[in-house]
């Protein structure tokens, strides 16, 4: 249990759907990320928030559209998804954004676009 | 981005200490290294972080070359739980972004 959470931990959802992916952190931290991790392949950064705002945007496709309304709570929406967006979504929390502290990741949902 | 290299993979025995090595020859002074792990369907857990001088926590040491271009994790005493991915990560203060590449995957014998 590290403290992160994160909802639904698996998913199915068809390609004209429009679904939701929820983390939540009670530990005071200030800053939030989304990762992916497809199959066989090394995590990649999608977004990074500190303090609600969006620092980061790793040229995610705007299918994904992410929402950070507190530092404790970060969303995930998703919407006209393709079969090669299936992968693990993982969440992550910080106390800061910086080099010299640690990162929290939540269990991350399965998620599998049909 | 900051770029590690680590081998592919690792065997241990059950019971004996570890070193996982990483090299990152591009690290400049404020850069810090860090180590997570990835056990099979979970999520990243965080080990260990350093700069200059070799750190120890409960999970494990990070021994780190004078010259910093290189570190060194170690499991001090392996067990079958500890059979995981694990990244070695170079982090910049300029952006402090937390990227993964393929990291090393350990396997434990009994």
């Known amino acids: 249990e590290t403290g992160v959470t994160q909802t639904p931990r698996h998913l199915v959802m068809g390609m004209t759907n429009k679904k939701s992916l929820k983390c939540e952190q009670h530990?005071?931290?200030?800053?939030m990320y989304w990762y992916k991790q497809s199959a066989k392949k090394p995590l990649e950064l999608m977004f990074v928030y500190n303090f609600k705002e969006q620092t980061e945007n790793n040229s995610v496709p705007s299918r994904f559209s992410p929402e950070c309304p507190n530092s404790s709570h970060l969303f995930l929406h998703l919407h006209t998804l393709q079969p090669e967006d299936s992968a693990l979504y993982l969440c992550?929390?910080?106390?800061?954004?910086?080099?010299?502290?640690?990162?929290?990741f939540g269990q991350g949902t399965r998620l599998t676009v049909v | 981005d900051a770029k590690t290299t680590q081998p592919n993979s690792m065997e241990s025995n059950e019971e004996e200490p570890v070193h996982l090595p990483c090299n990152h020859s591009?690290?400049?002074?404020?850069?810090?290294i860090h180590w997570y792990r990835q056990l099979p369907s979970q999520g990243p857990e965080y080990v260990i972080h350093?700069?200059?001088s070799n750190v120890n926590n409960r999970m494990a040491s990070l021994a780190i070359a004078e010259d910093r271009k290189s570190s060194t994790l170690i499991l001090h005493r392996a067990t079958l739980r500890d059979a995981a991915v694990y990244y070695c990560i170079q982090i910049t203060g300029a952006n402090s972004k937390l990227t993964f590449g393929k990291g090393i995957t350990l396997s434990v014998r009994p």
């Open positions: 992550a929390s910080s106390p800061y954004l910086g080099a010299n502290t640690e990162a929290f």
């Open positions: 530990l005071g931290h200030n800053a």
């Open positions: 350093g700069l200059t």
């Open positions: 591009t690290i400049s002074g404020t850069d810090y």
